[in-house]
């Protein structure tokens, strides 16, 4: 079952068995949910959980200086990400 703690605990396993012991979570895709930091927790597996916000946001490659469009609530869901998984080393 998709997001389920018992899918999660084998898709991270067998990062385990395969000798991995770090996952990246790309920025580009999503905040994983709290029971994928659990499982990887259990399993001594180290997460790099990026923020949602990735790729060219500065300009240098025509983006936009301004982006995102509303600062308050990227900070907002900035901060609440970080509430969420500061427990998990």
Known sequence: QRGSSERYY??????RWAGL??????????TERPEFFEVCDRLGILVMQEFWMSGDNNG???GSYD???D???YLAQAQDMVKMIRRHP
């Open 71 to 73: 600062h308050d609530s």
């Open 60 to 62: 240098r490659w025509a």
């Open 67 to 69: 982006w995102p469009n």
């Open 21 to 30: 012991n770090f996952i990246r979570v790309w920025g580009g895709s999503l």
């Open 10 to 15: 084998h898709e991270v396993l067998l990062h």
